[in-house]
Structure formats: structure tokens, C-alpha cells
């Protein structure tokens, strides 16, 4: 889980929570509801904004069929992928039912 302080040009991460996945697979994720509970109250109190999700596949870096499932209900989150492949890195946003690459910059 990716926070931060986000507006609508930018997304600037400042603080990454690491969930097990529940699921113990390598294609699918889910995500424990207590940590995940725990890192929204946490981000809260720091005043960081939840910016958005980060996964890796044992494929490209592009959204899967079930990411663009689960893209569809978290609004404007940005879903950065890594490749296990290649070790290439992308991010996404849906926006209007549109999924967009996103730039991404390390400062
Ligand atoms: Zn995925």
C-alpha cells in the first residue's frame, strides 16, 4: 500500500506498507483487512493520503484482467506494477473507465 500526499498532477509516496497476501499465490493478491485497516488509521493520523497499490507479476507490467476488476472500484488509485520478468516497473490510473500509464520519477 502506497501513501503519500496526492493532487491531481502528481502522486509523491512517503510511506509504504508491506501486506503479506493472504492468498499465497503468485497471480492473485488479497490483502489483510486488519492491515489494511491499521495502515488508513495510521495514514490518517500522519495526514497522508492513500495514493494507491503496489504488486508484482510473474508477467509484464500491465494490468490483468483482475486488476482491472479491482481498478474499476478504487477510483482514482494509482496501481504500480513490477515485472518479475524483466524487473520493468509501470503504474496505472483508471480515470472515466480508462486505464492510463502513469509517469514515474524517483527523486
Ligand atoms: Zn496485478
Known amino acids: 500500500m502506497l501513501f503519500g500526499k496526492l493532487t491531481q498532477k ?3 509516496v512517503k510511506r509504504v506498507v ?8 503468485t497471480v492473485r493478491f488479497e490483502i ?8 488508513f488509521t495510521q495514514a490518517d493520523e500522519e495526514g497522508l493520503d492513500f495514493i494507491g ?7 509484464p507490467a500491465r ?3 483482475i486488476d482491472l476488476k479491482y481498478m474499476k472500484l ?20 483508471m480515470r472515466d ?3 492510463r500509464e502513469v509517469t514515474i520519477r524517483a527523486e
Do not use: C, M, R
Not at 478504487?74 to 490510473?93: E, N, V
Open 10 to 12: 502528481e502522486a509523491v
Open 18 to 25: 508491506v501486506a503479506s497476501n493472504k492468498l499465497q499465490s
Open 32 to 39: 489483510d483487512p486488519e492491515t489494511f485497516a491499521n495502515a
Open 53 to 59: 497499490l503496489f504488486h508484482s507479476h510473474p508477467a
Open 63 to 65: 494490468p490483468s484482467l
Open 74 to 93: 478504487w477510483g482514482d488509485a494509482l496501481w504500480l506494477i513490477l515485472s518479475s520478468i524483466d524487473s520493468s516497473l509501470a503504474a496505472y490510473q
Open 97 to 99: 473507465g480508462k486505464v
